[in-house]
C-alpha cells in the first residue's frame, strides 16, 4: 500500500482525528497531538455567530496563525477530516464520482477493526432474511432510545438510504477486489425479549466477506483500494482550526503536520469525520459525567480527542445538549479497583484496557455491599448506568459451572452473542477462561459461595448480603418467575453447582455519541438552527442522532450510519445525490 507523509499525489490524504477506534489504537505512534509552536490563543474573530459551551475550560479558543507559518497551501473540492470508518468511505465514495478531495488523517496508520454495518431493506435483507424492515418502527425505535432528544429528519437519512449505500458498497468491493458477499445476520430478527421490554430487533446487521469467506475489515481494506486507485494518504495531520471570515461559508482548514502549518482550501466544502472526544478526560468530564462514573476500560482511539468539535465550535456551530456514549458492560477489573480516571490530566486514561465479552452476558449481577443492582438482561450501557449508583461504579458477575449451559439458553444478541455461539459452545468455564482470566486473577474461582464471597473481596455485612442475594437468586430461578426485577424466566440461572465463579466488571468505553448537530443533509448548524454553509459532520463527531446510549439491539447501527452518511456527504456538497 502505496501511504506517504511526504510528497503530495495528485489527490492527497490527510487526516484531523480517526473515527471510532477500539483498543487496539492504543499502541499506534504518534498518537498525542503535536503541540503548536509559538501559537497564542485567541478569542476566535472569524465569525459573528455564537459559540456553544463557551464557558466551558475544555474549549478554549481558536489558534492565531499568522500567514507566514503557513508552510504549505493545497486546493481541493472535498477536505474530508478523519480517515476512520466514515471518512474512508467518504473518500471512496468521492474516488468513484470522480471529485478532486483530499482526506487529512491524525494517525499514522489506518484506526482499528470496522465490520458490520446496518442498513434498512437492502436487497440483501430480502435475499438473507426474506424480511421487510418497518421503517416507521425502526425510525420510532431510535427516537424511544433517545426519548425523543434526537432529530428524526436526520435517523430518516440512514433509514432511506442505507439499504442503497450497502448495495453500492457490495458493487464497488466486488469490482476493486473480485468477489464480495454479503450476509445479514437472520438470528437478530424480529421481536426480542430483553430487559423486560420488547425492543424491535429487526435484520439489519451487515456482514461483508472476500471471496475466500473472510470479513472485510473496512478501513485498511478501503485504504488499500484507494491506493491502487493512485490516492495516498498523508498521515499526521493534525487539525488545528477551520477557516470561515466573518459569519461565511467554511473555505477549508489549516493543520498542524511534522512539515509545518499547512492550509487547504476546500471550494465545495469540508467534511469532519474526526470522531468523538473519548481521549479527552477534560470534556468528557463537563459533558458526559456518566463516564467516568461506571467505566473502568479504556477501548477508545486514542486521537479522538474532540478537536473536530472544538474546531466547528470555534467556527460558531452548536453541539448537542445531551450526553451520548457507546459503553460496553465488558470492562473486567481486579478486586477493589473503581470506576473512573487513573489521574486529574486532560489525557488520563481507566485502569484496564480491552473487553470481556462474558460482562454482557445477564448472570446475577451485585454491587459491593452484595444486593443486585438491576435486570441483568438490560443494554449493554443500561447496567454500567444503574452501577454508577452504587459503591466504586462496578458489579460482581457471579456464576456456576453450568454458565455453558445458561448462555445457550440466554442467547443473547448482538455482539455478545459470541460468547454463546463460539467461546462457551461445548467447553467448560475453566477450558475458555483459565489462562486469560483465572489464572491472571481476573476471574476468581471457588469451591464454595464463602469462599468466592472472600475472594472477591466481600467482608463482614456486604458478604452475609452477598450470600443472602445468591439464596434469593435461586429461589427466583426454582420459581421460575423474576418478582424482584422483572427479568425473563429463561435467563435466570442457578447458583449452586461447584465451581462457583466471578469476577467485578465496570463499563469499556468505545467512544462518545453526542456531537455538533446536523441536519438531514449532514450540514453543521449554528445555535439557531441555521446551516454553516461548506461544512459537514459525520461519524462520532456528529450529533443530532443518539442521546443518552446506543440502541444496543439495533446491530451495526453506528457503523451503517458511518458508511451512510459519509457517502451522503460527499454526494450533497457536489451535487451528486441522485449518484
Known amino acids: 500500500m502505496r501511504n506517504t507523509t511526504s510528497g503530495i499525489s495528485r489527490r492527497g490524504f490527510l487526516t484531523g ?19 503548536p509552536t509559538d501559537v497564542t490563543e485567541e478569542t476566535p474573530s472569524s465569525t459573528d455567530a455564537p459559540l456553544a459551551n463557551t464557558s466551558e475550560s475544555w474549549l478554549g479558543s481558536a489558534p492565531e496563525i499568522s500567514e507566514d507559518e503557513i508552510t504549505n497551501t493545497r486546493d481541493c473540492e472535498v477536505l474530508i477530516v478523519g480517515a476512520g470508518m466514515s471518512g474512508i468511505m467518504a473518500a471512496a465514495t468521492a474516488a468513484d464520482l470522480g471529485i478532486d478531495f483530499i482526506l487529512a488523517e491524525k494517525g499514522t496508520e489506518p484506526a482499528a477493526s470496522h465490520f458490520d454495518v446496518g442498513a434498512v431493506n437492502s436487497r440483501f435483507t430480502t435475499e438473507n432474511t426474506g424480511q421487510t424492515i418497518d421503517k416507521g418502527r425502526i425510525l420510532n425505535e431510535l427516537n424511544r432510545y433517545a426519548s425523543f432528544k434526537n432529530d428524526a429528519s436526520v435517523a430518516k437519512t440512514w433509514i432511506e438510504e442505507s439499504g ?7 458493487a464497488f468491493y466486488e469490482d476493486k477486489l473480485g468477489s464480495c458477499q454479503v450476509t445479514v445476520d437472520v438470528e437478530n430478527g424480529g421481536d426480542g ?17 472476500t471471496g475466500d469467506g473472510e470479513r472485510i475489515d473496512h478501513v485498511p481494506v478501503m485504504t488499500e483500494i484507494l491506493a491502487d486507485m493512485g490516492y495516498d494518504v498523508d498521515y499526521s495531520y493534525n487539525l488545528a482550526k477551520l477557516i470561515r471570515e466573518d459569519g461565511g461559508r467554511v473555505e477549508g482548514a489549516i493543520f498542524d503536520t511534522p512539515e509545518g502549518y499547512v492550509r487547504v482550501n476546500a471550494s465545495k ?29 479504556t477501548n477508545y482511539n486514542q486521537n479522538n480527542t474532540g478537536m473536530g468539535i472544538k474546531a466547528a465550535l ?37 485502569a484496564a484496557g480491552g473487553q470481556f465479552n462474558l460482562g454482557s452476558q445477564p448472570f446475577l449481577k451485585v454491587s459491593r455491599n452484595g444486593v443486585r443492582i438491576a435486570n441483568e438482561s438490560c443494554n449493554y450501557d443500561a447496567i454500567c448506568h444503574a452501577a454508577s449508583n452504587h459503591p466504586g461504579g462496578v458489579w460482581a458477575l457471579i456464576m456456576d459451572a453450568n454458565a455453558p449451559e445458561d448462555v445457550q439458553r440466554f442467547k443473547s444478541q448482538g455482539c455478545s452473542a459470541g460468547t454463546w455461539k463460539r467461546t462457551l459452545k461445548d467447553k467448560t468455564v475453566d477450558e475458555a477462561y483459565t489462562e486469560k482470566y483465572i489464572d491472571t486473577g481476573l476471574m476468581m474461582k471457588a469451591d464454595t459461595l464463602e469462599e468466592l464471597a472472600d475472594k472477591l473481596g466481600f467482608e463482614g455485612d456486604a458478604k452475609e448480603q452477598f450470600l443472602a442475594t445468591i439464596e434469593r437468586y435461586n ?29 467485578w466488571f465496570g463499563g469499556a468505553l468505545l467512544t462518545t455519541l453526542d456531537g455538533l448537530r446536523i441536519n438531514k443533509d449532514t450540514q453543521v448548524l449554528d445555535a439557531d438552527a441555521n446551516p454553516i454553509e461548506g461544512l459537514c459532520a459525520i461519524g462520532t463527531c456528529s450529533g443530532s442522532y443518539y442521546s443518552g446510549n446506543y440502541p444496543v439491539y439495533l446491530v451495526g447501527n453506528c457503523l451503517g450510519r458511518q458508511v451512510t452518511f459519509g457517502r451522503h456527504a460527499v454526494r450533497f456538497l457536489t451535487d451528486n445525490i441522485e449518484a
Not at 477534560?282 to 462514573?293: F, K, S
Open 17 to 35: 482525528a480517526a473515527a471510532a477506534g477500539a483498543f487496539a489504537t492504543l499502541g499506534l505512534a504518534g498518537c498525542a497531538p503535536k503541540a
Open 164 to 170: 442503497p449505500t450497502v448495495e453500492w458498497l457490495q
Open 475 to 503: 429461589e427466583l430461578y426454582d420459581a421460575g418467575e423474576d418478582v424482584d426485577m422483572g427479568k425473563e424466566a429463561y435467563r435466570l440461572s442457578a447458583i449452586r453447582t461447584a465451581p462457583f465463579y466471578g469476577a
Open 314 to 350: 470555534w467556527a460558531g456551530a452548536d453541539m448537542d445538549k445531551t450526553p451520548a456514549a457507546m459503553i460496553f458492560d465488558r470492562g473486567i477489573v481486579e478486586p477493589g479497583v473503581d470506576a473512573g480516571y487513573t489521574s486529574d490530566d486532560p489525557e488520563a486514561v481507566f
Open 193 to 209: 425479549d430483553a430487559g423486560g421490554t420488547i425492543y424491535y430487533i429487526p435484520p439489519e446487521c451487515h456482514t461483508f466477506l
Open 269 to 297: 466544502g469540508v467534511i469532519l469525520a474526526t470522531g468523538g472526544y473519548p481521549a479527552n478526560a477534560d470534556m468528557v468530564r463537563a459533558l458526559n459525567p456518566i463516564i467516568p462514573a461506571c467505566v473502568t476500560s
